[in-house]
C-alpha cells in the first residue's frame, strides 16, 4: 500500500492504519511504503517505490489518494505498470469525488475502491482476478465495459476492527500527536466538503474502544500527545463531556486536541471546560467567512452569531483558541 508523497506535509495516514491492520488475516503480507511520513520529491517516490516492489514481488499495489495527491498518483501508477503487471488499486477519499473518472485519467488501474475499504479490501485481496461483480463500492473493468457496483453498509462496528498498527509502515515510535477518532462520518453538507467521503452519516465509536486504541498506542508507540481526526467529534455536547472523563478515568494524561474545528453551534461551556480539565490544549472553531452573504451559501447550518457566541464561551473558559 502505498501514501503518495505530499510537498512539505508529513503525517500519518490513519485510513490505511485501519485498512493495512485490518486485512492481515486475508493476504501473507502487508506493508505501507508511507511517502507522506518522509518529505521527498517525485524522483526519489517513484525510486522508493520501485525498489519496494522489486524487494517484495507482491500481488497487490494499493495507493491512498487526497485530492492534493491525486495528480502524484497518477504519475506514479503509470512509471509503477512498466514494471508490474500485478493489481494496481485506488481507494482513499478522493475516490468519493472522482468515481469512475479515475478509470478515464489512469487506465493502468484496475480497481477503485470507494468509501470504507476495511471489509472490500479484504473482500479483493480473497477473489481471483476480475470475479468483483458482488463487491461493494468497486469500480472494475469487465473488458471494455466499466462496472460500478453501489456501496454496501458502512463498517459501524468498530469492535470487530483491529486498531491501526504504524509497525506496518516501518515505524516504531511516534513523536507527533498520534491520530486517533471517536467517531466517522458527518450529517452536515458544507459546500467546501464531501459528505458522501465518511459515509454520509455520523457514527459513534464506544469510547471504551477509543481508550483501548490510546493505551495501545503508548504502549506500543510510547506516544506522548494525541490528536482527534474527525469532522463531528462535539457533535452530542454530553459525548465530548463523557469522552473527558472517561479519559481522565483510563490514567490517559496526555495533551491533546482536535485537529478539526469543533462546531460552534454545540459547543457548549460545560465540555469546553470538561476539555480543559481533561488536557486539551487549544480549540480551534471553524469560521470560514464573516461575511453574511457568503456565509449563506457555506451551506454549515449554524450562523455567524452561533461562532460569535462559541469564542465567547471559549475566551471565558480561558482556552486558546
Known amino acids: 500500500m502505498v501514501v503518495p508523497p505530499v510537498n512539505g506535509v508529513c503525517g500519518l495516514n490513519t485510513g490505511l492504519g485501519w485498512l493495512a491492520a485490518n486485512i492481515i488475516p486475508v493476504v501473507e503480507t502487508v506493508k505501507v511504503l508511507g511517502l507522506a511520513n518522509i518529505i521527498c520529491d517525485m524522483d526519489e517516490g517513484l525510486r522508493l517505490l520501485k525498489n519496494k516492489v522489486r524487494q517484495m514481488q507482491p500481488d497487490i499495489v494499493g495507493f491512498n489518494i487526497h485530492c492534493t495527491t491525486y495528480q502524484t498518483t497518477l504519475v506514479m501508477i503509470r512509471a509503477l505498470r512498466t514494471y508490474f503487471d500485478g493489481l494496481i488499486v485506488i481507494g482513499g477519499p478522493h475516490t468519493a469525488y ?20 476495511e471489509v472490500t479490501f479484504a473482500e479483493i485481496c480473497k477473489r481471483d482476478v476480475n470475479q468483483y461483480h458482488n ?3 468497486v469500480i472494475f473493468r469487465d473488458e471494455d465495459t466499466l462496472i460500478h457496483n453501489p456501496l454496501g453498509k458502512n463498517t459501524a462496528d468498530f469492535t470487530n476492527l483491529t486498531f491501526p498498527d504504524y509497525r506496518l509502515f516501518g515505524i516504531s515510535k511516534i513523536h507527533y500527536p498520534y491520530p486517533i477518532a471517536t467517531s466517522r462520518g458527518c450529517p452536515f453538507k458544507c459546500c467546501f466538503c464531501n459528505p458522501f467521503m465518511g459515509g454520509g452519516g455520523w457514527r459513534p465509536r464506544p469510547l471504551d474502544n477509543v481508550f483501548a486504541e490510546l493505551k495501545f498506542a503508548i504502549e506500543t508507540f510510547d506516544i506522548k500527545s494525541f490528536k482527534l481526526v474527525e469532522p463531528a467529534f462535539n457533535l452530542r455536547p454530553q459525548r465530548v463531556v463523557d469522552f473527558c472523563h472517561g479519559l481522565q478515568q483510563s490514567g490517559i494524561a496526555l495533551p491533546w486536541f482536535s485537529a478539526s474545528g469543533l462546531r460552534a453551534d454545540t459547543l457548549t461551556a460545560e465540555s469546553v471546560r470538561a476539555m480543559k480539565e481533561a488536557g486539551c490544549t487549544h480549540i480551534k472553531i471553524g469560521v470560514e467567512t464573516p461575511v453574511p452573504e457568503v456565509f449563506k451559501h457555506v451551506n ?5 452569531a452561533d461562532i460569535k457566541r462559541a469564542i465567547k464561551i471559549v475566551k471565558a473558559e480561558k482556552m486558546p483558541i
Not at 472522482?98 to 475499504?117: F, H, K, Q, R, W
Open 300 to 304: 454549515k447550518g449554524e450562523s455567524i
Open 135 to 137: 463487491i461493494d463500492g
Open 98 to 117: 472522482a468515481n469512475e473518472s479515475i478509470m478515464y485519467d489512469s487506465p493502468e488501474t484496475d480497481l477503485v475502491v470507494i468509501g470504507e475499504a
